[in-house]
C-alpha cells in the first residue's frame, strides 16, 4: 500500500544505498550526496530524535562505519541540499 511509507523515509533509504555504494568503492576522496530534502539534511545535523528516527540512526552508523574503513587524511565527505524540480 503507498499510504505506509513516506518520501522523508525514501530520502533517508536513497542516503543509506548511496553509503552502501561509497563503501564498496575504495578508491574516492571526496563524495558529495546531494539531496533535495532539507528535513533529511536537518536530523542528521542535529540528531534530534523524530520520524523515521531508526533510519537516521542507520545512516550515522553507515556513516561512522565509512570513516573506520578510511585510510587517508585527505577523505571527504558532504551531504548538501540542491534545489528539486
Known amino acids: ?7 522523508y523515509e525514501a530520502e533517508m533509504v536513497g542516503v ?13 576522496r571526496t563524495v558529495r550526496l546531494t539531496l533535495d530534502n532539507q528535513a533529511v539534511i536537518v536530523v542528521l545535523d542535529i540528531c534530534k530524535p523524530g520520524p523515521a528516527q531508526y533510519l537516521a540512526d ?3 552508523c553507515q556513516t561512522q562505519a565509512l570513516w ?3 585510510t587517508t587524511d585527505e577523505y571527504r565527505l558532504e551531504v548538501v541540499w540542491v534545489k528539486g524540480q
Request: no cysteine; hydrophobic share 50%.
Open 68 to 70: 573506520n574503513q578510511v
Open 58 to 60: 542507520e545512516i550515522l
Open 1 to 7: 500500500m503507498i499510504k505506509e511509507h513516506t518520501l
Open 16 to 28: 543509506l544505498l548511496g553509503l552502501h555504494m561509497v563503501r564498496l568503492e575504495k578508491r574516492m
